[in-house]
């Protein structure tokens, strides 16, 4: 049986202490619906779930100092405008590709860390804690990347925060939708009570059974999502064989209508197909 909460204090909050916080940096304002906000809001969930301990400013200005490098370079070796145009935009992209590859393997890691996490938090809830000190238990006992998430709601918690509110943007701050349910369960515990063990202990079950489920998927498309990329990859590969082998070739391509025609709508449509294939891979790839 799972011991009562003690009586917490609260702390008020004092504005002269403002200026010891962090300060929280970020693009979205959440004052609007518009495109622009939901790729501030898009990005400043990127940082957060990648886990770099960056401002966004800070990698969007990486991102410029990049796409300029990188296209100078260009320009400086073939000084062409087509060719160093398409380097910026690879710099530019680049630092922003980087942090999606990271926030893929934290995701994945987390995930994995879910079970067995649940299972030690049931077992630790059944000695007889009760929740909050259980969860700083697990919290500290958790290696990186879920412990650091787990350690920042167990510092809330013991600042005065009830523990619902502590976990209840953990699905943010990981990207990770099954952490919903446990937030949920947790939420649930306080407010109403029940046998939070057994949640967890079926919580773990669902968990490993999704994962074993993903990684099914996984090895039986695996054949799709890589010939999906390799469509995606060969004709960039084409066209920097053409612009090595031959630095006027763009310069003879564009001097023609059709040229100039068939090189933009190519352009376009590799854009529109990278799109729909990352769309398709992030859906077969979601936790």
Same mark, same amino acid.
């Given at each position: 049986?799972? =011991?009562?909460?003690?009586?917490?204090?609260?702390?008020?909050?004092?504005?002269?202490?403002?200026?010891?916080?962090?300060?929280?940096?970020?693009?979205?304002?959440?004052?609007?619906?518009?495109?622009?906000?939901?790729?501030?809001?898009?990005?400043?969930?990127?940082?957060?779930?990648?886990?770099?301990?960056?401002?966004?400013?800070?990698?969007?200005?990486?991102?410029?100092?990049?796409?300029?490098?990188?296209?100078?370079?260009?320009?400086?070796?073939?000084?062409?405008?087509?060719?160093?145009?398409?380097?910026?935009?690879?710099?530019?992209?680049?630092?922003?590709?980087?942090?999606?590859?990271?926030?893929?393997?934290?995701?994945?890691?987390?995930?994995?860390?879910?079970?067995?996490?649940?299972?030690?938090?049931?077992?630790? =809830?059944?000695?007889?804690?009760?929740?909050?000190?259980?969860?700083?238990?697990?919290?500290?006992?958790?290696?990186?990347?879920?412990?650091?998430?787990?350690?920042?709601?167990?510092?809330? =918690?013991?600042?005065?925060?009830?523990?619902?509110?502590?976990?209840?943007?953990?699905?943010?701050?990981?990207?990770?939708?099954?952490?919903?349910?446990?937030?949920?369960?947790?939420?649930?515990?306080?407010?109403?009570?029940?046998?939070?063990?057994?949640?967890?202990?079926?919580?773990?079950?669902?968990?490993?059974?999704?994962?074993?489920?993903?990684?099914?998927?996984?090895?039986?498309?695996? =054949?799709?999502?890589?010939?999906?990329?390799?469509?995606?990859?060969?004709?960039?590969?084409?066209?920097?064989?053409?612009?090595?082998?031959?630095?006027?070739?763009?310069?003879?391509?564009?001097?023609?209508?059709?040229?100039?025609?068939?090189?933009?709508?190519?352009?376009?449509?590799?854009?529109?197909?990278?799109?729909?294939?990352?769309?398709?891979?992030?859906?077969?790839?979601?936790?």
């Amino acid at each position: 049986m799972i =011991a009562t909460n003690p009586a917490r204090l609260t702390i008020e909050p004092r504005p002269e202490f403002l200026g010891l916080l962090k300060e929280n940096q970020q693009f979205a304002t959440g004052t609007n619906t518009g495109t622009g906000e939901a790729i501030n809001g898009w990005f400043d969930s990127l940082m957060v779930q990648s886990g770099i301990r960056t401002a966004p400013s800070v990698w969007l200005g990486l991102s410029v100092i990049s796409g300029i490098t990188l296209g100078g370079l260009v320009f400086v070796f073939l000084e062409q405008p087509v060719p160093t145009l398409m380097a910026g935009l690879i710099g530019l992209v680049a630092p922003v590709a980087f942090a999606l590859i990271l926030r893929s393997r934290r995701q994945k890691k987390i995930m994995e860390q879910l079970p067995g996490m649940a299972e030690e938090l049931a077992r630790t =809830a059944r000695s007889g804690r009760n929740i909050e000190s259980a969860f700083q238990l697990v919290a500290a006992d958790t290696p990186a990347p879920l412990g650091d998430e787990l350690r920042t709601s167990a510092r809330r =918690a013991e600042m005065g925060i009830d523990l619902a509110s502590a976990v209840r943007d953990l699905p943010y701050r990981t990207g990770v939708s099954t952490v919903t349910i446990f937030t949920s369960a947790i939420s649930v515990h306080q407010d109403t009570g029940g046998d939070l063990i057994s949640v967890l202990e079926r919580l773990a079950t669902s968990i490993r059974d999704r994962l074993h489920f993903v990684s099914r998927l996984r090895a039986a498309t695996i =054949a799709s999502r890589l010939g999906t990329i390799m469509m995606l990859i060969i004709p960039v590969m084409v066209m920097s064989f053409y612009l090595f082998r031959d630095p006027l070739y763009l310069q003879k391509l564009l001097g023609s209508f059709w040229g100039r025609l068939s090189l933009w709508l190519g352009v376009v449509l590799q854009i529109v197909g990278c799109l729909t294939v990352m769309r398709i891979l992030r859906s077969s790839a979601r936790f």
